[in-house]
T-cell receptor
Framework: NAGVTQTPKFRVLKTGQSMTLLCAQD?????MYWYRQDPGMGLRLIHY???????AKGEVPDGYNVSRLKKQNFLLGLESAAPSQTSVYFC??????????????FGEGSRLTVL | AQSVSQHNHHVILSEAASLELGCNYS??????LFWYVQYPGQHLQLLLK??????LVKGIKGFEAEFIKSKFSFNLRKPSVQWSDTAEYFC????????????FGSGTQLTVLP
């Protein structure tokens, strides 16, 4: 049981390049999230999904797009990378509404550097 | 929108010392409260959570937290820390049962010296 898996683990991009981060979970969770973690700022929610085919914006959605074509996968895309998007990205999933279960299951993170 | 404040950015303790990490939130309604921990090189994992009932919550590895509604606080405590407790600790708040809003604090890095 792998839990939440993120690929790639590390990536270096040049400004203006595009890329996609893949998150896969094998726990049959309905809810999935993308966070970014920056020093001194904790984790901030980028986008989230409450089920297959649905996505919604979080706290810091600008410059990112997401898709949830399959229940187990949640993709985070950067269409034109900027240095401000240098960060560690975490995918997470939850079984149900956070107000009922409260637990997020996190992936190991993807470190992205934009030069 | 709710916010979470962790005023201690870096705490350094010797083994066997007692620990208290502060967490304050701003939201006037019903809240669910959490502490997550990130050990070096590992992903975040749930340490403990408060939904309702006894405001003193016990979690894994001897950690506990107390919800004080009047102070909007949810401080994390451990009577005697170990070197293996070295990690970054995040307080988080979910307001009103909403699926989207798990707001994290900025984190506190705990270093325990052997």
């Amino acid at each position: 049981n792998a839990g939440v898996t993120q690929t790639p683990k590390f990536r270096v991009l040049k400004t203006g390049q595009s890329m996609t981060l893949l998150c896969a979970q094998d726990m049959n969770h309905e809810y999935m999230y993308w966070y970014r973690q920056d020093p001194g700022m904790g984790l901030r929610l980028i986008h989230y999904s409450v089920g297959e085919g649905t996505t919604a914006k979080g706290e810091v959605p600008d410059g990112y797009n997401v898709s949830r074509l399959k229940k187990q996968n949640f993709l985070l895309g950067l269409e034109s990378a900027a240095p401000s998007q240098t960060s560690v990205y975490f995918c997470a999933s939850s079984e149900g509404v956070l107000g009922e279960t409260g637990e997020l299951f996190f992936g190991e993170g993807s470190r992205l550097t934009v030069l | 929108a709710q916010s979470v404040s962790q005023h201690n950015h870096h705490v350094i303790l010797s083994e066997a010392a007692s620990l208290e990490l502060g967490c304050n939130y701003s939201y006037g309604g019903t809240v669910n409260l959490f502490w997550y921990v990130q050990y070096p090189g590992q992903h975040l994992q749930l340490l403990l959570k408060y939904f309702s009932g006894d405001p003193l919550v016990k979690g894994i590895k001897g950690f506990e937290a107390e919800f004080i509604k009047s102070k909007f606080s949810f401080n994390l405590r451990k009577p005697s820390v170990q070197w293996s407790d070295t990690a970054e600790y995040f307080c988080a708040v979910n307001a009103g049962g909403s699926a989207r809003q798990l707001t994290f604090g900025s984190g506190t890095q705990l270093t325990v010296l052997p």
